[in-house]
């Protein structure tokens, strides 16, 4: 069933734009100034002003000023709580595309749990604790605010 109000739709309105999540993927990974993110990922002063500006005003960053000395005062982007949230996201179209399209040599990133040292991964799991789900164990329906389309 399709829905109108779709909430993957609702979030590719947000950050489903080109470079945008490659701006995301460079914030978790520690970039907070706008020569760092255009260094790294390589767009136009133009696009990525834009894709920041949009990211603030969704409020999944912020800006931050700070000064280097002798230099005017600049804005940092740093995420949000709301940004941080889309971290399994991010995370997760990395391990796809390690798994899928990476590099013959391994992974490109190698995270680590601090703790434990283990590989990172994204799981699906119900609320109950069962992890690992797959996508034959799972039935979805229709919620409480669903909108069929018209």
């Known amino acids: 069933?399709?829905?109108?109000?779709?909430?993957?739709?609702r979030t590719l309105d947000v950050v489903g734009e080109k470079w945008t999540l490659l701006i995301l993927r460079d914030a978790v990974n520690g970039v907070r100034r706008f020569d760092d993110f255009r260094r790294h990922i390589g767009l136009s002063e133009a696009v990525l002003s834009d894709r920041l500006r949009k990211l603030t005003a969704a409020?999944?960053?912020?800006?931050?000023?700070y000064r280097e000395p002798g230099s005017r005062s600049r804005n940092e982007y740093r995420l949000t709580r709301k940004g941080w949230d889309l971290w399994p996201v991010v995370t997760?179209?990395?391990?796809?595309?390690?798994?899928?399209?990476?590099?013959?040599e391994g992974?490109?990133?190698d995270i680590?749990?601090?703790?434990?040292?283990?590989?990172?991964?994204?799981?699906?799991e119900c609320t109950a604790?069962?992890?690992?789900?797959?996508?034959?164990?799972?039935?979805?329906?229709p919620g409480p605010a669903a909108r069929p389309q018209a």
């Open 112 to 124: 680590r749990h601090d703790e434990c040292g283990a590989p990172v991964r994204v799981v699906v």
């Open 129 to 141: 604790g069962h992890v690992a789900l797959p996508p034959s164990e799972v039935t979805a329906r």
């Open 107 to 109: 992974p490109v990133m």
């Open 92 to 104: 997760a179209l990395r391990q796809w595309g390690e798994t899928y399209a990476g590099e013959p």
């Open 1 to 9: 069933m399709s829905m109108e109000n779709c909430p993957v739709q």
């Open 59 to 65: 409020g999944i960053m912020r800006t931050v000023p």
